[in-house]
């Protein structure tokens, strides 16, 4: 289940304290982004629930999308240890997600 994110502070203080983030970037009226996020939300829940997912929607929240460099919608970030280390933005399929998370996610929860 996506956490939703109000403001720069509650998404910086989970950085800080959690392992492993997957931070979903939409807006209200990405079509994509709506058929995508359940998608995204089984993937995590099947084969990496250590990480925790949240949700920050760009429209209401310009600075959080400023603060991370988001410029289009849909766009995943995967942090470890409060780093980013997969990027996805607009086009990217669950499969290729699902690879790039596995070699980081082992190392971290294995």
Not at 45 to 67: C, G, M, R, S, W
Request: hydrophobic share 45%.
């Amino acid at each position: 289940m996506f956490a939703e994110i109000h403001s720069l502070d509650e998404f910086n203080q989970l950085l800080a304290e959690q392992p492993a983030i997957m931070a979903y970037f939409s807006t209200d009226g990405c079509n994509v982004c709506k058929i995508l996020k359940p998608k995204v939300e089984r993937l995590v829940h099947d084969h990496f629930p250590e990480i925790l997912l949240v949700y920050i929607e760009t429209n209401k929240f310009p600075e959080l999308a400023a603060q991370n460099w988001i410029f289009a919608v849909p766009t995943l970030l995967v942090f470890f240890e409060s780093r980013e280390y997969i990027r996805k933005s607009r086009n990217f399929g669950l499969d290729e997600l699902g690879h790039e998370i596995e070699r980081p996610y082992g190392l971290m929860f294995s």
